[in-house]
C-alpha cells in the first residue's frame, strides 16, 4: 500500500502536531440564518423578519368603512339600466313619412310659381333635320347637303393632256421601260482594262524610267540583338556591354575560408564541427524520492 500524506488542517493523528480548527461551507439555508441572533444592533437592522407577514385585510377608502375615526366616502358604481328604452315607431313620423313636392314643374300650392319644366329629348337626327327653319341660319345649317357626295365628279389631273381648250396641256414624263445596258456597251465595258490591271510602280526605291530620280529604299532588319550587340560604335558605347562575356555566377570553384586552404598564400585557420559523441548516461539507484516518504 502507497502511503498518503496527511493534511496540515483538522484533527491529527500524531500527539506532536497540533489538530488546528477545520473549517467548511456551511450547509444551513437563509431562512434559518435570518433567525440567528447577533446583537440588538444587528436585529434592528432587519425589521420584519418575524411579523405575520402580508395576512391582514385591508379595507377600501371608498364606501362606508368600519373605523368610526375614518369619514366614509360616497361610492359610485357603473349603471345597470338600459343606456336608451326602446320608442314607438309608430309615435312620430319617421324620414320618408312626409311627400315633398319638387320645386320645378307643376306646384300643388297657389303662392308658388311654377316654373319652366325641361326634359331631354328622345328624337333622332334624321327626324331634327326634317325640321323647317327661315332665314340665314336654316340656309348655313342645312348647306350642302343636296350637294353630291364625293366621287361622284371625275376630276381631270392637272398633267398630261387637258380636255377643256381653255387649259393648256402641260408636258407629259414617265419612266422608260427598255434596258439599263444593251449588249454594244456590254462588249465595250468588257474590253476596257478595269482598275489593278495597270503595274503602277512605287515612288519608292529604283524607277524604271530615267526622268525619274531613285531614292534611297528603306525596309525592316532582319538582324537579331546578339548581332547588334557585335556592333562597334564607340569606345563609350562599349562600356555599357562591360562584363557581358566574363563568367557568370557558379562558374568558378569557390573554396572556402575556413579549414584547410588549398593555396600556399593562404592561411589555413582553425576549424570547429560540432560533437557527435554520446551524453552522459543517467544512473538509477535504490534512493527513495519524493512522496516516497509517510509524513
Known sequence: ???????????????????????????????????????????????????????????????????????????????????????????????????????????PLSNKQTAENAVFGNSTRDQQDKVYMEGEGADKAFFGLESPGPGTYVVVGAIGRQKLSTKESAPTFKLGTS??????????????????????????????FSTKKTLPAYRFGTATRDNMKKQFISTEHEKSSYGENSPGPVTADLRSS???????????????????AKRKTIETTDNPGPGAYYA
Open 179 to 208: 434596258q439599263r445596258f444593251n449588249y454594244d456597251f456590254v462588249k465595250r465595258a468588257r474590253d476596257t482594262p478595269g482598275a489593278g490591271q495597270y503595274p503602277i510602280n512605287g515612288a519608292v526605291g529604283k524607277q524604271p
Open 1 to 107: 500500500m502507497t502511503p498518503t500524506l496527511r493534511s496540515g488542517f483538522g484533527s491529527q493523528p500524531f500527539s506532536t502536531k497540533n489538530s488546528n480548527p477545520s473549517f467548511g461551507f456551511g450547509s444551513s439555508i437563509r431562512e434559518q440564518a435570518d433567525k440567528q441572533y447577533l446583537s440588538k444592533d444587528h436585529a434592528k437592522v432587519m425589521p420584519g423578519n418575524n411579523s405575520q407577514g402580508p395576512i391582514y385585510k385591508v379595507t377600501t377608502c371608498l364606501g362606508p368603512q368600519s373605523d368610526s375615526k375614518v369619514e366614509s366616502m360616497p361610492l359610485y358604481s357603473f349603471g345597470t339600466e338600459a343606456r336608451l328604452p326602446k320608442r314607438d315607431m309608430n309615435a312620430a313620423p319617421g324620414p320618408g313619412a312626409y311627400k315633398i313636392a319638387g320645386s320645378l314643374a307643376k306646384q
Open 258 to 276: 575556413m579549414g584547410k586552404q588549398e593555396l600556399s598564400m593562404k592561411k589555413t585557420n582553425p576549424k570547429w564541427g560540432f560533437g557527435k
